[in-house]
């Protein structure tokens, strides 16, 4: 897959204003387990993948209680170099 290809051969780096990815290490200590996929876009858009269907959220309170949860798994993951060495020793954990 060409995607994984970025993986393998390393040395990227992905410049997207307002993104930033954080991987939570399988050892991490977390206040919650979600039950669903979701992407947070805004203080007004949640996107929801459950089994079934992808959802869109956007009544307020819905949207808050989502945007709560990602504070919380924030606060547990890891992001930069951190993240990029976890993700290259589990690529090379695969070989």
């Known amino acids: 897959m060409e995607r994984a290809r970025v993986l393998y051969r390393g ?3 992905f410049a997207i204003p307002a993104v930033s990815l ?4 399988a050892s991490a200590d977390r206040t919650i387990w979600p039950l669903e996929a ?6 007004r858009l949640v996107s ?18 989502y945007i709560k949860a990602f ?3 924030s606060k547990s993951a890891i992001f ?13 954990a695969l070989h």
């Not at 954080?22 to 290490?25: A, E, K, N, R, V």
């Not at 951190?82 to 690529?91: M, W």
């Open 22 to 25: 954080g991987i939570i290490p």
């Open 11 to 13: 040395g990227h780096t």
């Open 71 to 73: 504070g919380e798994l």
């Open 38 to 43: 979701f992407y947070v876009f805004d203080n």
């Open 80 to 92: 930069g170099a951190s993240a990029r060495t976890l993700i290259s020793d589990a690529v090379r």
């Open 48 to 65: 929801v993948e459950t089994l079934t269907a992808e959802i869109n959220v956007t009544a307020p309170g819905e949207a808050h209680d």
